[in-house]
């Protein structure tokens, strides 16, 4: 299943997918050269491009975040907090110094 957002973002791929085709055609419709127009598309093209892979790394960055405020909260060291290891000195116990 797909969330809205990630829906809308492959629609606006699409619509500028779409755009890279149109434009040049009306372009070279209105007397632009087609060295221009192709020129024109090979830009879309590249942003088109450049911007899909934007949003694809913002869905990853979001979903990687929703995991985190999903998953419970370990602590500060990313342990679970076991009470075992707390640092610092141990009274008594076994010690080599002894």
């Known amino acids: 299943m797909t969330s809205p957002t990630q829906e809308s973002a492959s629609d606006l791929i699409r619509w500028a997918a779409f755009s890279c085709v ?8 209105y007397g632009t050269s087609l060295g221009g127009a192709a020129g024109t598309a090979l830009g879309l093209a590249a942003v088109t491009g450049v911007c899909r ?13 929703s995991a985190e405020e999903s998953a419970p909260h370990r602590g500060r060291h990313g342990r679970a907090a076991s009470g075992g290891h707390r640092g610092g000195r141990h009274s008594g116990g076994t010690s080599p110094v002894d």
């Not at 149109?22 to 419709?29: R, S, T």
């Open 22 to 29: 149109v434009v040049p055609v009306v372009l070279v419709l």
């Open 53 to 65: 892979v934007l949003m694809r790394q913002s869905e990853r960055g979001a979903a990687r975040m």
